[in-house]
């Protein structure tokens, strides 16, 4: 039997996974969290063969929350289910240790089919994602964000959903003296002079939708 726990701040999300994979008679959801810190406790508590993480979360991002069970040598494998299918993004979450990247748009059967295969031990990857990570592996393309270290890369996700500095803090157990460090660190290697022109160039390099218009300088 597979266990698996959802890990997503969508309760229609992990709804709708839950009602997919238990109808499989060798899978079970074994338990869901609505955010990273109780994925990581639930993680910890049953080690579940799977974990189904979204990676954009409030606090905690997947991406933190990958690292974190990877840093700690836990038996559970992640795959990400989200909404970026540029391929840049995929990569950064597998560096990361994730063994699996689907897209929210995939089908049961590729559901289905990566708990299975992930759970085996062996990486899956959704069709359209591996055929892009090929294709840029092949013209070297490259983002600006493969500069950032994980947690610059988080702090500026917080910093376009126009979080300020204190509340960023408070949600990474970091100073808002270290944040911004962080944050200055970040607009350097970028080469960007406000939050709006990060906004723009993460849009850009797909890893937001659509920049978020409570974003401030």
């Known amino acids: 039997m597979i266990n698996v726990v959802l890990v997503d701040d969508h309760e229609l999300v992990r709804t709708g996974f839950r009602m997919i994979l238990q109808q499989q008679s060798d ?3 074994i338990g869901e969290a609505d955010s990273a810190e109780e994925g990581m406790r639930l993680i910890r508590t049953l080690t579940p063969h799977i974990a189904l993480v ?10 933190e929350l990958t690292e974190r069970v990877c840093r700690s040598k836990l038996s559970t494998h ?3 289910v989200t909404v970026v299918d540029d391929a840049r993004f995929p ?11 689907l897209t929210k748009g995939c089908t049961a059967e590729e559901l289905i089919s990566a708990v299975r295969q ?3 031990g062996r990486r899956y990857l959704a069709p359209a994602v591996a055929q892009q990570l090929a294709m840029a592996a092949l013209d070297g393309s490259s983002s600006p964000f493969d500069v950032l270290s994980s947690r610059e890369l988080e702090v500026a996700m917080m ?8 509340i960023i ?6 100073s808002p003296k270290t944040v911004s460090t962080y944050k200055q660190r970040l607009m350097e290697k970028l080469r960007v002079e406000h939050v709006l022109g990060l906004a723009h160039l993460m849009t850009v390099h797909g890893l937001i939708d659509t920049p978020n218009h409570q974003v401030g300088a």
Not at 54 to 63: A, K, N, R
Not at 93 to 101: K, R, V
Not at 159 to 166: D, E, F
């Open 159 to 166: 910093l376009v959903r126009g979080k300020p500095l204190t």
């Open 54 to 63: 979204d990676v954009h979360m409030p606090g905690m991002s997947g991406i």
């Open 78 to 80: 992640i795959v990400i």
């Open 91 to 101: 990569k950064r979450l597998l560096d990361a240790g994730a063994l699996g990247y």
């Open 118 to 120: 992930v759970a085996d």
């Open 27 to 29: 899978i079970r959801v």
């Open 169 to 174: 803090g408070e949600q990474l157990n970091l």
